[in-house]
């Protein structure tokens, strides 16, 4: 699809289609982030995912996948993203991050967060998860408040990077970027987590993206395992991943898969989201 064309656009209604899907998928990562403790599986928090999305009348877009069976993907300390649940046991100290999405009425939300399992053992190896953590969604926030504003996608890659620079040399990866979203979950046009040169997609009303940085501790190499779905940094040093899907519309923004529509985090940045009319 090329970046001059019509259809990267939403309409008005095909906007206020889109607000439903995105407050499923909300609901279901809420669900799961309170799940997330000791001892559960990432197989576990799969199905409270999956039970929020069809008792909300929704489908797991994950699921449409081809080859993908699961609700959310659950990566866990040196991975990225992609991990399939299964059987792993969640450990005091993990940083976890669950992406999900859900599909209602041939539209699609898509989100993600990270968390660190509280471990009264090892407060040195929290504290530096957490601070991965927080400097990846503090850049998911930095860039949506930079497209309340910017004429071009690529003045929002622009302020992700920004975010990430100045202090620890995160790494940003590459490999994975975010994407449009609507009709299908991943729609271009690519949303990119750092500066890129040449042309990208005007920032107008109908415009639809999930911007998700992906942010590790060390080197942004990667691998994917012998599931075939799992990306795992080569270094082993840990990752974080946070998303969330937006939409512009004629009055602002609207965070699709934020409860309050990204108010409360994006105050900070003198930006408020407007609710799609």
Not at 11 to 26: C, D, I, K, N, S
Not at 60 to 70: L, S
Not at 238 to 267: N, P, Y
Request: glycine share 10%.
């Amino acid at each position: 699809m090329a970046f001059g064309n019509r259809k990267l656009y939403k309409t008005a209604e095909e906007l206020r289609l889109m607000v439903q899907p995105g407050r499923l998928t909300a609901a279901a990562l809420t669900a799961v982030r309170a799940a997330i403790t000791p001892g559960v599986t990432t197989l576990e928090l799969d199905a409270i995912a999956e039970k929020v999305i069809r008792d909300g009348g929704g489908v797991p877009n994950f699921m449409k996948e081809p080859g993908y069976r699961h609700t959310i993907c659950a990566s866990v300390n040196d991975e990225i993203v992609h991990g399939v649940p299964g059987a792993r046991v969640i450990m005091p100290g993990d940083l976890v991050s669950i992406d999900c999405g859900a599909e209602v009425g041939g539209w699609n939300g898509d989100a993600a967060f990270s968390v660190v399992v509280p471990d009264p053992q090892r407060p040195e190896v929290v504290a530096q998860r957490q601070q991965l953590s927080d400097a990846t969604e503090g850049s998911l926030w930095a860039g949506i408040a930079a497209l309340a504003s910017a004429r071009k996608l690529n003045d929002v890659s622009a302020a992700i990077e920004d975010a990430l620079t100045g202090g620890w040399e995160y790494g940003i990866v590459e490999d994975y970027t975010g994407h449009g979203i609507g009709r299908s979950m991943h729609e271009d046009p690519p949303v990119f987590n750092y500066r890129v040169r040449g042309s990208s997609p005007d920032v107008r009303p109908g415009l639809v993206v999930a911007i998700e940085p992906m942010v590790t501790m060390g080197g942004i190499d990667s691998h994917v395992l012998d599931d075939d779905w799992t990306v795992a940094t080569d270094d082993e040093q840990d990752a974080a991943h946070w998303e969330h899907s937006i939409a512009v519309h004629a009055d602002g923004i609207w965070v699709l898969t934020s409860d309050d529509g990204g108010a409360s985090k994006l105050a900070p940045f003198g930006v408020t989201p407007r609710a799609i009319p």
